[in-house]
């Protein structure tokens, strides 16, 4: 039955008539987060991060961490191998796109995939936490023996490359957390990156990066972006 106007303003003061309601926004749909841990480490450096994730509505089923070889060759052997884990956990979940969120020497393989590699169309996300992103000078003390060290060291093939050119390319989102207190990269001035979200973490130490709750929970909201 139709209202006349009188009766349809009637009928909406004496609620008669019920309103369609408003549209309500829904949060993103987190994709799936890949860990890589940094030099001389495994994936269960993770286990703190990972438990904040979960607290913030994260399912076991969307949190990776993917285990390598720090002594092998970043461009060579772990960028490809990193690749196939990534389709790998795209074909497991069903997500087209992924977050990477790397600790240390863990950059380096992650970074090349995402710029060499095709990743910007995959990965949504990209964070490195004390990652040696411009090179260590640590690194010359093992050097000589471990090609992982010679990829981190300053000037390095690897770095340079990566350095070369745009920095932060395609449509992924970047950011960098760094410590002045980082005892590992050095200077700490190598962390940020140029078009990248660059935070400074405070006094931490490299390792704490790992397991700092406020550190967390910028990667959390850097994510939600």
């Not at 796109?97 to 060499?116: C, E, M, N």
């Not at 704490?208 to 967390?216: E, F, G, I, M, Y």
């Amino acid at each position: 039955m139709r209202l006349a106007p009188a009766a349809t303003a009637l009928a909406l003061l004496t609620g008669t008539i019920a309103l369609a309601p408003a549209a309500q926004a829904t949060a993103p749909t987190p994709v799936p987060v890949v860990f890589v841990h940094g030099r001389n480490a495994d994936p269960g450096v993770w286990g703190t991060m990972k438990d904040r994730f979960r607290q913030a509505g994260y399912p076991d089923g969307d949190l990776f961490a993917w285990a390598y070889d720090s002594s092998q060759s970043t461009n060579e052997v772990l960028a490809g191998r990193f690749a196939a884990y990534i389709d790998s956990v795209r074909a497991q979940t069903g997500s087209s796109q992924v977050d990477i969120v790397a600790h240390s020497q863990g950059s380096l393989p992650t970074r090349w995939y995402v710029k060499f590699g095709g990743g910007t169309q995959v990965v949504r996300h990209w964070v490195s936490l004390g990652g040696p992103n411009h090179g260590t000078s640590l690194a010359w003390a093992c050097s000589i023996w471990d090609q992982g060290c010679r990829d981190m060291t300053p000037n390095s093939y690897v770095e340079s490359r990566l350095a070369s050119g745009n920095e932060t390319p395609g449509p992924t989102k970047y950011a960098t957390f760094w410590s002045d207190c980082d005892g590992f990269i050095l200077p700490n001035s190598s962390v940020p990156l140029s078009g990248a979200v660059n935070t400074d973490a405070g006094c931490l130490a490299h390792n704490d990066l790992l397991t700092d709750a406020p550190t967390a929970q910028g990667v959390l909201n850097f994510l939600e972006r």
